[in-house]
């Protein structure tokens, strides 16, 4: 790891009077050097706790050290730039061959454009982490406002993550479900596993409304209609502690649409946390104990993050409720079908592919909220 603070300043160059941008974020920046001796020591160890069996502190290690890495890159590229603008601007300085003195200027200004480069590339490594970032997401959709059509559009909505799932290579497991009359879901939660999979779905939650003709109008008219769609990060159970005294746990027979029985036994789980009033229930197995595992699973899952917008609200960062009320007055978006048209009101997004949304195609809509995201983080960290 090389640490270039300070360096060359007793010959006269000064990387810091080399800098033409933000002082500011150079002094930012320097602060950094220390990373890559954390850097150093951490993958050194690493190795050990392998070898004495710390599986939990080495998995803690690999991500630190997959954190800091793109973060010392950066800096370091950023550092010997830096050094070679005072280089050059020290050259110049002594330089009269005009020949020589044009070839230098021109290294120095592309130079500089790589400053302003890895500077930007810093700022945005620099932003805070979203503390759910790598983890797998549970999602909850139900059917809202519109009766059955909205529960046709939750289906709708199942299908398209489905595909936006199996696009990244992503594997989605079906938690539990409650099939609605007409073929659609009156609710339906599944677990989304794989890499940077929080990053890409965390923008999902919300009311989602849809313009369309329904299967069920014989006039040709447009309805609109909603599902909700919540997004929860998954927990482990060294994330939340439950005491089981807290619990209250039932059984029941399943129950498929207009709740008929679909179960001769009593396999499915309601599990209610008493301190806070949370219910979840789970019916999609015909084993019990399959089923309690998976209600648990999303009871954690709810219970974390219960917990983060406790930690947002105590910083003055309330977070809105994903889900409201799911009218059709609220929405985060809207699925037009005539126009082929689809709008995040969140951040003013109109586009006509709603053809290819529907098909998987979500990455230019998420890349767009993610790009929403890191503008405002970057404009209140200056």
Same mark, same amino acid.
Not at 60 to 75: C, F, G, M, N
Not at 170 to 195: H, L, N, P, Q, R
């Given at each position: 790891?090389?640490?270039?603070?300070?360096?060359?300043?007793?010959?006269?160059?000064?990387?810091?009077?080399?800098?033409?941008?933000?002082?500011?974020?150079?002094?930012?920046?320097?602060?950094?050097?220390?990373?890559?001796?954390?850097?150093?020591?951490?993958?050194?160890?690493?190795?050990g706790?392998?070898?004495?069996?710390?599986?939990?502190?080495?998995?803690?290690?690999?991500?630190?050290?997959?954190?800091?890495?793109?973060?010392?890159?950066?800096?370091?590229?950023?550092?010997?730039?830096?050094?070679?603008?005072?280089?050059?601007?020290?050259l110049?300085?002594?330089?009269?061959?005009?020949?020589?003195?044009?070839?230098?200027?021109?290294?120095?200004?592309?130079?500089?454009?790589?400053?302003?480069?890895?500077?930007?590339?810093?700022?945005?490594?620099?932003?805070?982490?979203?503390?759910?970032?790598?983890?797998?997401?549970?999602?909850?959709?139900?059917?809202g406002?519109g009766?059955?059509?909205?529960?046709?559009?939750?289906?709708?909505l199942?299908?398209?993550?489905?595909?936006?799932?199996?696009?990244?290579g992503?594997?989605?497991?079906?938690?539990?479900?409650?099939?609605?009359?007409?073929?659609?879901?009156?609710?339906?939660?599944?677990?989304?596993?794989?890499?940077d999979?929080?990053t890409?779905?965390?923008?999902?939650?919300?009311?989602?409304?849809? &313009?369309? #003709?329904? +299967? *069920?109008?014989?006039?040709? $008219? =447009?309805?609109?209609?909603?599902?909700?769609?919540a %997004?929860?990060?998954?927990?482990?159970?060294?994330?939340?502690?439950?005491?089981?005294?807290?619990?209250?746990?039932?059984?029941?027979?399943?129950?498929?649409?207009?709740? &008929?029985? #679909?179960? +001769? *036994?009593?396999?499915?789980? $309601? =599990?209610?946390?008493?301190?806070?009033?949370?219910? %979840?229930?789970?019916?999609?197995?015909?084993?019990?104990?399959?089923?309690?595992?998976?209600?648990?699973?999303?009871?954690?899952?709810?219970?974390?993050?219960?917990?983060?917008?406790?930690?947002?609200?105590?910083?003055?960062?309330? $977070?809105?409720?994903?889900?409201?009320?799911?009218?059709?007055?609220?929405?985060?978006?809207?699925?037009?079908?005539?126009?082929?048209?689809?709008?995040?009101?969140?951040?003013?997004?109109?586009?006509?592919?709603?053809?290819?949304?529907?098909?998987?195609?979500?990455?230019?809509?998420?890349?767009?909220?993610?790009?929403?995201?890191?503008?405002?983080?970057?404009?209140?960290?200056?």
């Open positions: 790891m090389i640490r270039l603070v300070g360096l060359f300043t007793g010959s006269g160059l000064s990387v810091v009077s080399a800098y033409n941008g933000d002082v500011n974020n150079h002094e930012k920046f320097e602060q950094l050097s220390a990373l890559g001796d954390e850097l150093k020591a951490l993958e050194d160890s690493l190795t706790l392998y070898a004495d069996g710390k599986i939990d502190e080495a998995t803690a290690t690999s991500k630190r050290i997959s954190d800091l890495r793109p973060v010392v890159d950066a800096y370091e590229a950023y550092m010997s730039t830096m050094v070679d603008i005072a280089e050059a601007q020290a110049l300085r002594n330089e009269t061959d005009p020949e020589m003195r044009t070839f230098v200027q021109g290294e120095l200004d592309t130079k500089r454009g790589t400053v302003e480069v890895l500077e930007s590339e810093l700022n945005e490594l620099l932003l805070p982490k979203d503390p759910n970032d790598g983890r797998n997401v549970i999602i909850e959709i139900r059917g406002e009766g059955e059509e909205g529960n046709l559009w939750a289906a709708d199942f299908r398209m993550y489905s595909k936006f799932a199996e696009r990244h992503w594997t989605i497991e079906v938690i539990d479900a409650m099939d609605s009359e007409k073929g659609g879901f009156t609710y339906i939660s599944f677990i989304v596993k794989g890499s999979v929080w890409h779905w965390k923008f999902e939650g919300g009311p989602h409304r849809v &313009q369309r #003709v329904p +299967t *069920t109008e014989t006039q040709g $008219r =447009i309805h609109t209609s909603a599902a909700t769609v %997004v929860l990060p998954e927990a482990q159970e060294v994330d939340v502690h439950i005491d089981l005294n807290d619990l209250e746990i039932d059984v029941y027979r399943s129950s498929g649409p207009g709740g &008929q029985s #679909v179960n +001769t *036994t009593d396999s499915a789980v $309601r =599990i209610t946390h008493k301190p806070t009033g949370l219910v %979840v229930s789970n019916q999609d197995q015909k084993s019990q104990i399959k089923n309690r595992e998976k209600a648990m699973k999303v009871l954690r899952s709810r219970l974390l993050q219960l917990e983060q917008e406790k930690a947002d609200a105590e910083l003055g960062e309330t $977070r809105s409720s994903q889900v409201k009320g799911g009218g059709r007055g609220d929405k985060i978006r809207t699925y037009n079908y005539k126009d082929n048209r689809i709008t995040d009101h969140r951040i003013g997004l109109t586009q006509y592919n709603l053809d290819r949304v529907l098909e998987g195609d979500l990455d230019s809509v998420v890349d767009a909220l993610r790009q929403a995201e890191r503008s405002e983080q970057l404009s209140q960290s200056v």
